[in-house]
T-cell receptor, first 112, second 112 residues
Framework: DGGITQSPKYLFRKEGQNVTLSCEQNLNHDAMYWYRQDPGQGLRLIYYSQIVNDFQKGDIAEGYSVSREKKESFPLTVTSAQKNPTAFYLC???????????FGQGTRLTVV | AQSVTQPDIHITVSEGASLELRCNYSYGATPYLFWYVQSPGQGLQLLLKYFSGDTLVQGIKGFEAEFKRSQSSFNLRKPSVHWSDAAEYFCAVGYNNNDMRFGAGTRLTVKP
């Protein structure tokens, strides 16, 4: 089945550690996105990528980094510079027209 | 800057009653418009979308939405709500650069 897979579903991290969230899609989509979701704030765009080896910052990119070495993969690293990383993270992808985004099931990151 | 506003944070309706969720956007041109639904701890599922043409669009699960250019609105409606419709609903706008932005969401509670 085609879709987007995020892993892990739950992730715990100690303060000061970097952590990488995985996002893989087999929809042959060119564009991929990372969003952060906090209660009452909807989805906020962290980074997006329209093509391999290229990506753009969204509204809240500080403390995060991404790579896009392969079309199907768009991992997100939450660095120790992110002041409040505990949140629900959603990955999405769309074709080049951007006419519909498909979402993964999310990763809930908790800093302990 | 582009923005999406969902004025209602939380709405409660009785099962069988009609529903309207509001969405307003700000942008110079007509963007792509979407409504997504999210169950707790899950990703987002597309309900319907508007790109052009007929301003009344039909979606899954009996939902419809109407695009009103003069009001920059894209309100979601359902004539008779079912208990299984309880979820969080997000309005989103997309642009031809693949930049998709979401509203803060409206949480729907359905009373028996």
């Amino acid at each position: 089945d085609g879709g987007i897979t995020q892993s892990p579903k739950y992730l715990f991290r100690k303060e000061g550690q970097n952590v990488t969230l995985s996002c893989e899609q087999n929809l042959n989509h060119d564009a991929m996105y990372w969003y952060r979701q906090d209660p009452g704030q909807g989805l906020r765009l962290i980074y997006y990528s329209q093509i391999v080896n290229d990506f753009q910052k969204g509204d809240i990119a500080e403390g995060y980094s991404v790579s896009r070495e392969k079309k199907e993969s768009f991992p997100l690293t939450v660095t120790s510079a992110q002041k409040n990383p505990t949140a629900f993270y959603l990955c999405a992808s769309s074709d080049i027209t951007g006419t519909e985004a498909f979402f993964g099931q999310g990763t809930r990151l908790t800093v302990v | 800057a582009q923005s999406v506003t969902q004025p209602d944070i939380h709405i409660t309706v009785s099962e069988g009653a009609s529903l309207e969720l509001r969405c307003n956007y700000s942008y110079g041109a007509t963007p792509y418009l979407f409504w997504y639904v999210q169950s707790p701890g899950q990703g987002l599922q597309l309900l319907l979308k508007y790109f052009s043409g007929d301003t009344l669009v039909q979606g899954i699960k009996g939902f419809e939405a109407e695009f009103k250019r003069s009001q920059s609105s894209f309100n979601l409606r359902k004539p008779s709500v079912h208990w299984s419709d309880a979820a969080e609903y997000f309005c989103a706008v997309g642009y031809n650069n693949n930049d998709m932005r979401f509203g803060a969401g409206t949480r729907l509670t359905v009373k028996p």
